[in-house]
């Protein structure tokens, strides 16, 4: 199940990632209306429920193909699971993530930039950009599938180059 701690480091990842940003940002002022309805905006043009939507999808067929590879008797039904249970989890998060979302838009960009961003979703090229994002995120995930062990090897190295790991056990796959 080595490939599923991977994509459960990714998940960790991402939710730091998002739980860091209002801290990043905590300097900024509160957004007001006009630039809240801009994010919403620009979120619906960039069908942003969908385009999170199938990103997450996509992954996971790689993270059952890497569990397969890792864990030969793995069987159908045991991946069907884990891929239902993958999609059905993200699918419960991808509104909650949009919602919060769009506040941090709404006070990272200046009404302006949201106005020019919208502008641009909603042009031809924007519209040509977003149709062509599910090919290129396609492209790009046996990319990441294939870089990911180097990611992990060179982050293991980095944490080890910090505190003493000979005194730690190795982390562990994630239960249930």
């Known amino acids: 199940m080595l490939n599923l701690r991977f994509a459960a480091v990714g998940l960790v990842a991402a939710t730091a990632i998002l739980a860091a940003t209002p801290a990043v940002c905590a300097d900024a002022p509160a957004p007001n209306a006009h630039s809240v309805e801009l994010a919403r905006k620009l979120f619906t043009e960039m069908h ?9 999808r996509q992954m996971g067929p790689t993270i059952i193909a890497q569990s397969r590879k890792n864990n030969p008797n793995l069987s159908p ?7 239902d249970a993958v999609s059905e989890s993200m699918d419960s998060l991808m509104q909650k993530v949009i919602d919060r979302s ?4 709404a006070s990272t960009f200046t009404e302006k930039e949201l106005q020019d961003l919208v502008d641009f979703y909603d042009s031809p090229s924007g519209q040509a950009m977003l149709a062509k994002m599910p090919v290129l995120m396609s492209k790009m ?3 990441m599938t294939e870089l990911m062990p180097e990611m992990a090897g060179d982050i293991n190295r980095r944490i080890c ?4 790991c000979s005194k730690r056990a190795p982390p562990t796959a994630p239960k249930g």
């Open 48 to 56: 942003m429920d969908q385009l999170m939507g199938n990103m997450m």
């Open 141 to 143: 995930t046996p990319l």
């Open 77 to 83: 039904q045991d991946a069907q699971a884990i891929t």
């Open 161 to 164: 180059s910090k505190i003493d």
């Open 102 to 105: 769009i506040p941090l838009y």
